[in-house]
Every structure is written in structure tokens, then in C-alpha cells.
């Protein structure tokens, strides 16, 4: 019976380093009572991405900034912006027959510390939408 529980024991350790993408938070029931949902989206703002595109932009964004990436506690201001997702912008299109290609950009806006602008900070990706595998970076 020892023989089995090392292995065992070992397997169970392992499985902490595993961790599972945070889920979303979720507003009071109250908070949500004030919130009307329209039976419609306005136009104005309105941006419709594919299921394709938005998987393909997911994807590049996870290898990008991945989700359970820590902000170093020595990080400037500027540092702690660029380590968030909403400081970014994302485009995407087709390219040939499988491939979509993704680039990831600084939101000049997002991140307006003072000072020179944020440059030789991004990337374009080439993702298989076939496979969904990162083809090719470029930074």
C-alpha cells in the first residue's frame, strides 16, 4: 500500500500547478436591477466580430498577454498599463485560405502616462483557424 501513495501524492501536488482561467465577476443582484438591457444594440458603436475572428483574436491575445501573467511588483505605471488587455487594440482579417491574421496594438489612449509615445511595443499573428495553432509572430 506505501508503494502506491508516493506516486499518488505526487499526482495530487502536481495537479496545484495546474490553474484553471479566472471567471468572470459577477455584479449584485442589486447592482444588475438598475442595468436595462435594450431588446436591440444601438447602431452607433455597434461592432459585430465572427465567431472565427474572435477565436483567432483570442487566441493571439492568450500568447500575447496570457491571462496568469503577473505584473512584476517593481513595474512603472506605464509597465502595470501595458499588462492590462484593455490597453490594447486588436484587428484581425483574413488572409489566405485558413489563416487569419492578428495584430495587436498599444490603445495610444489607454496608457497616457506623460511622456515619449509607447513604441516597438505589439505584434501580428498568422493563426491557423483549422487547426488553431499560432503559424507565425511577428514583433
Known amino acids: 500500500m506505501k508503494r502506491g501513495l508516493l506516486p499518488l501524492l505526487c499526482l495530487l501536488s502536481s495537479c496545484a500547478l495546474f490553474q484553471k482561467p479566472p471567471r468572470p465577476s459577477h455584479a449584485s ?25 474572435l477565436r483567432a483574436m483570442n487566441l493571439a491575445m492568450e500568447d ?56 516597438g511595443i505589439g505584434a501580428t499573428y498568422a493563426i491557423d483557424v483549422r487547426g488553431w495553432r499560432i503559424l507565425s509572430v511577428q514583433q
Open 64 to 119: 500575447y498577454l496570457p491571462w496568469d501573467q503577473k505584473v512584476p511588483a517593481e513595474a512603472s505605471p506605464l509597465q502595470q498599463c501595458l499588462h492590462r488587455r484593455e490597453s490594447y487594440e486588436v484587428a484581425a482579417a483574413p488572409g489566405p485560405e485558413g489563416i487569419v491574421f492578428v495584430t495587436i496594438i498599444p490603445d495610444a489612449s489607454a496608457c497616457d502616462i506623460g511622456g515619449p509615445p509607447v513604441l
Open 29 to 53: 443582484p442589486e447592482e444588475a436591477a438598475a442595468v436595462e438591457i435594450p431588446l436591440a444594440l444601438p447602431l452607433e458603436g455597434r461592432m459585430v466580430v465572427g465567431g472565427v475572428m
